[in-house]
């Protein structure tokens, strides 16, 4: 008998992205990458993002640590659009300039 295990602040329905449930338009993935990009601690999450609870904090993390391989494939999928997104979008007359000058 395998243990069911329960984020009473995370909601994952199925072909969804888990998100918390008092907010959500927060998926988890988001505070993950406040994780790995900041290094940012549950309570630090929390004095950046006041809105959010010590318990939602600690349940996404949690819940990141046992579905790490899912999250992280997540976080590289949204990582991949923008990279596309940037490269498809054209570089606006600023950054042409500023490369102009820098090519001088």
């Known amino acids: 008998m395998t243990p069911q295990l329960a984020y009473p602040h995370i909601e994952k329905l199925e072909n969804e992205v888990a998100h918390l449930k008092r907010w959500p338009r927060v998926r988890v993935a988001q505070l993950v990458m406040d994780y790995l990009a900041h290094g940012w601690s549950p309570d630090e ?5 006041p809105y959010l609870s010590s318990a939602e904090a600690h349940a996404a993390m949690a819940y990141y640590y046992d579905h790490q391989a899912e999250l992280d494939a997540e976080i590289q999928e949204e990582l991949a659009q923008a990279d596309q997104f940037a490269a498809d979008s054209p570089r606006s007359a600023l950054a042409q300039r500023l490369s102009a000058l820098k090519g001088r």
């Open 45 to 49: 999450m929390c004095r950046q993002h």
